[in-house]
């Protein structure tokens, strides 16, 4: 725990002042509660299929022949590091502001491509879309301006506290 938070005098050292955070966070339901929003929001966004579909994928194309194997790569891929499960991960299109990679789509009357496994696993993103991130850094943030005084922090009207 960073020295910038403090527990309005309450706790010294880092080690006390994790440790204060800890049991007053583990009296209360907010991390769960957190972490169910979180999820929700990455379920709407259809990123936990995006996770199915490409561990199916690594599995089914022999890319992948264990739980631990398909973990390591789908980990890499979502922290956005290559992996040689993954291929070459390279993409006709640009990147977006979030860097992931969007391919050209097909014209209005025409057919779209078949599924193809293979292509997919090498250009998914499934990295954590950024509106997730900051809904659970803004989350994270209201829990512990309830446990802690957080130096640095702007008030509501903008000035410093």
């Not at 706790?11 to 955070?21: H, Q, V, Y």
């Not at 398909?70 to 299109?93: C, D, I, Q």
């Not at 097909?106 to 991130?133: A, M, N, Q, S």
Request: net charge negative.
């Amino acid at each position: 725990m960073p020295s910038s938070a403090s527990t309005n005098g309450a706790s010294s050292t880092p080690d006390a002042l994790e440790s204060d955070l800890l049991v007053k966070l583990s009296a209360s339901s907010a991390l769960e509660d957190l972490q169910e929003n979180l999820l929700g929001s990455l379920h709407r966004l259809g990123w936990t299929e995006k996770i199915t579909t490409l561990a199916t994928e690594l599995l089914r194309a022999g890319r992948c022949e264990t739980f631990d194997d398909v973990m390591a790569a789908v980990l890499a891929s979502a922290e956005g590091r290559p992996h040689p499960a993954l291929g070459s991960k390279a993409t006709n299109g640009e990147a977006t502001s979030n860097g992931s990679k969007e391919t050209n789509g097909t014209k209005k009357g025409h057919k779209e491509p078949p599924f193809d496994p293979l292509k997919y696993i090498e250009e998914v993103d499934v990295r954590i879309p950024l509106p997730v991130v900051e809904e659970g850094v803004r989350g994270l943030k209201d829990i512990l301006r309830e446990v802690a005084d957080l130096e640095g922090e702007s008030t509501s009207n903008g000035d410093k506290k």
